[in-house]
């Protein structure tokens, strides 16, 4: 496969996640909305997105059940967390289902994940990679990311009025 085909298959398979990210978009809690799609031997595998109010997580979901994961590629829209929370790490389920590829978009703002999930899994001989449509990653968790960088909330709302001012 060359280089350029390849680049195209994983914006294809990133713009799928963000396509499930977008169907929990605003239910998620205090968590982001991440989609993600596992894709095995060329084949989407599983699609898969965060649920209502944040849990499980979307790579969660997505590798549940006892099929063989083994040799996948998963696509994420966000590094996946690493961290003991009110769930346990979506990175220690990656390796346990032997997944052999992570892409994903941004990195997670979160301190306790950001840029340590690409070191964990790469440890455990799991190729990751972040930046794959980072600018549509940016541009998708901006509210995430302001809020976690400066404690403040992001608000989006929408004035409208008639031609008589009502």
Not at 12 to 23: E, G, I, S, V
Not at 61 to 85: D, M, Q, W
Not at 87 to 116: M, Y
Not at 118 to 127: A, H, T
């Amino acid at each position: 496969m060359s280089t350029r085909e390849n680049k195209d298959n994983h914006n294809y398979f990133m713009n799928l996640a963000f396509n499930q990210a977008r169907k929990i978009q605003g239910n998620t809690g205090e968590n982001p909305s991440v989609g993600v799609v596992i894709v095995k031997n060329g084949i989407v595998f599983r699609l898969a997105h965060t649920s209502f109010n944040g849990r499980p997580h979307a790579e969660q979901v997505a590798l549940k059940g006892k099929e063989n994961f083994k040799g996948s590629i998963l696509y994420s829209t966000l590094e996946p967390c690493n961290h003991f929370g009110k769930s346990p790490p979506c990175t220690n389920l990656i390796i346990k289902k032997g997944v052999k590829k992570v892409f994903f978009s941004s990195f997670d703002p979160d301190r306790r994940t950001f840029k340590k999930s690409k070191k964990i899994l790469k440890k455990k001989n799991i190729n990751a990679t972040g930046n794959i449509l980072k600018s549509k990653g940016d541009h998708f968790y901006k509210d995430f990311i302001i809020k976690n960088n400066s404690k403040n909330i992001f608000i989006a709302s929408k004035l409208a009025t008639s031609k008589d001012f009502f």
